[in-house]
T-cell receptor, first 115, second 111 residues
Framework: DAGVIQSPRHEVTEMGQEVTLRCKPI?????LFWYRQTMMRGLELLIY????????DSGMPEDRFSAKMPNASFSTLKIQPSEPRDSAVYFC?????????????FGEGSRLTVL | ELKVEQNPLFLSMQEGKNYTIYCNYS?????LYWYRQDPGKSLESLFV?????AVKQEGRLMASLDTKARLSTLHITAAVHDLSATYFC???????????FGDGTTLTVKP
C-alpha cells in the first residue's frame, strides 16, 4: 500500500482565501483523523471519522473549519475564510482499530501558510 | 477525561549514554503507542503495546507498559546522533476510537 496520501504538500495563500486539504487513507482502515501541528500548540486533534461518519469534531477551532469524508477513500478539510493564525502543518492519519492494533499511520502532512 | 503526561519534555544527551522517557496516563487503557517525529517530517509508529507487561525492542530503543501503574517507559541505550527526534506516546481511549497524545519529548543526542 502507498500509505496515507495528502495533498497539497505545501500551500501558500492569502488571508480570506478558501483552502482545501485532501487525504486518501490506507485501504481497509476504519478510522480517519485530522491533526494540526504548530510550535505553540503542539499536536491537536481536529476531527475524526469512523467508517466515514464524523465522530468527534470538538477540536475544530471554529466554524471556518469543516471536514467531510464522502467515501472510504477520500476526506477533505476546508478552511473558509483562511486567517494567518491557521498557518500550521495539517496531518491526516488513518488506523485499523476493530480487528487491528489501532496504531495511526500518518500522511506526510500539508504545510499551510496564510499571509 | 484521559490525560497523558510525558517527561521530560526536552532531553539533551551525550552519545553512548542511557536514558528513559516516561509516559503517565490518567485512566484505564489497553493500548499504548510510541511514535517518532524527525524535524520537518511526519510521525511514524515505533511501538504498539497491547497488554500489561508488554516489552518491545528495536535497536537501541525499548518500550514497556505497566497498565496497573498507568506508566510506559521508552528506554534509550547507548544513544547515537540518529536517535535525535521528538518522541510521542499516545494512549488509546477505551470508549472512543481516538488516542490521546502526550506533548512529546524532544531528544537531542550530542557527539
Amino acid at each position: 500500500d502507498a500509505g496515507v496520501i495528502q495533498s497539497p504538500r505545501h500551500e501558500v495563500t492569502e488571508m480570506g482565501q478558501e483552502v482545501t486539504l485532501r487525504c486518501k487513507p490506507i485501504s481497509g482502515h476504519d478510522y480517519l483523523f485530522w491533526y494540526r501541528q504548530t510550535m505553540m500548540r503542539g499536536l491537536e486533534l481536529l476531527i475524526y471519522f469512523n467508517n466515514n461518519v464524523p465522530i468527534d469534531d470538538s477540536g475544530m477551532p471554529e466554524d471556518r473549519f469543516s471536514a467531510k469524508m464522502p467515501n472510504a477513500s477520500f476526506s477533505t478539510l476546508k478552511i473558509q475564510p483562511s486567517e494567518p493564525r491557521d498557518s500550521a502543518v495539517y496531518f491526516c492519519a488513518s488506523s485499523f482499530r476493530h480487528g487491528g492494533t489501532g496504531e495511526l499511520f500518518f500522511g506526510e502532512g500539508s504545510r499551510l501558510t496564510v499571509l | 477525561e484521559l490525560k497523558v503526561e510525558q517527561n521530560p519534555l526536552f532531553l539533551s544527551m551525550q552519545e553512548g549514554k542511557n536514558y528513559t522517557i516516561y509516559c503517565n496516563y490518567s485512566t484505564t487503557s489497553d493500548r499504548l503507542y510510541w511514535y517518532r517525529q524527525d524535524p520537518g517530517k511526519s510521525l511514524e509508529s515505533l511501538f504498539v503495546l497491547l497488554s500489561n507487561g508488554a516489552v518491545k525492542q528495536e535497536g537501541r530503543l525499548m518500550a514497556s507498559l505497566d497498565t496497573k501503574a498507568r506508566l510506559s517507559t521508552l528506554h534509550i541505550t547507548a544513544a547515537v546522533h540518529d536517535l535525535s527526534a521528538t518522541y510521542f506516546c499516545a494512549v488509546a481511549n477505551t470508549n472512543a476510537g481516538k488516542s490521546t497524545f502526550g506533548d512529546g519529548t524532544t531528544l537531542t543526542v550530542k557527539p
